[in-house]
């Protein structure tokens, strides 16, 4: 069974723009991870946010955290064609569990 | 090597068949996660374990699914009598202990005919 939920499920944008995806989540948590899956490639790890942390930025990333409200935004900013790919909430302590995925394209 | 490796990347089975999917995690890593994607889907925990011991398998779909770490490295994630619903992405993750962010491997694609 999958706790996180990403929304929207599928989101296109130009080179340049931003992308926003969102991930909401059933019960309490210690932290909230996101992780990018290219095509046919593993999960690689973007950024990890404790539940004390309303946020969190790395690079052009910038992740929210909302523990009344479940739920978490991942924002892509300046985004380019590399960052075409599937992104993935999770959470849980060491057996994570993940959403089903925002898929984003980034159109030259 | 830097990240963690499986082999092989792809594979085809017959119904009925065993496969046996293989993992080395970073060197060093104590934790060895397994876990199993369908398409469409996010990765769905499979088990855990911490060097040679499972400490959780609690996400093994059926008996026929079984893994090991027996010298607390190298894994092996086999799987009995394949059926279709097994078709699926199997990940690798290994991390430097429990808690700790996770790093995957590329997976093996399993396609069961």
């Known amino acids: 069974s999958q706790q996180g939920e990403e929304d929207p499920q599928a989101l296109s944008i130009q080179e340049g723009e931003n992308a926003t995806m969102n991930c909401s989540y059933k019960?309490?948590?210690?932290?909230l991870q996101w992780y990018r899956q290219n095509s046919g490639r593993g999960l690689v790890h973007l950024i990890l946010?404790?539940?004390?942390?309303r946020e969190k930025h790395s690079g052009r990333l910038r992740v929210t955290l909302d523990t009344s409200k479940k739920s978490s935004s991942l924002l892509i900013t300046a985004s380019r064609a590399a960052d075409t790919a599937s992104y993935f909430c999770a959470t849980g302590d060491y057996k994570l569990s993940f959403g089903a995925g925002t898929t984003v394209t980034v159109r030259a | 090597g830097a990240g963690v490796s499986q082999s092989p990347r792809y594979k085809v089975a017959k119904r009925g068949q065993d496969v046996a999917l293989r993992c080395d995690p970073i060197s060093g890593h104590v934790s060895l996660f397994w876990y199993q994607q369908a398409l469409g889907q996010g990765p769905e925990f499979l088990t855990y374990?911490?060097?040679?011991?499972?400490?959780?398998k609690s996400g093994l779909p059926s008996d026929r699914f079984f893994a090991e770490r027996p010298e607390g490295s190298v894994s092996t994630l086999k799987i009995q009598r394949t059926q279709q619903e097994d078709s699926a992405v199997y990940l690798c993750a290994s991390s430097l202990a429990e808690y700790n962010e996770q790093f995957f491997g590329p997976g093996t694609r399993l396609t069961v005919l």
């Open positions: 946010i404790r539940s004390n942390e």
């Open positions: 374990f911490q060097n040679e011991a499972q400490l959780d």
């Open positions: 019960t309490s948590i210690n932290n």
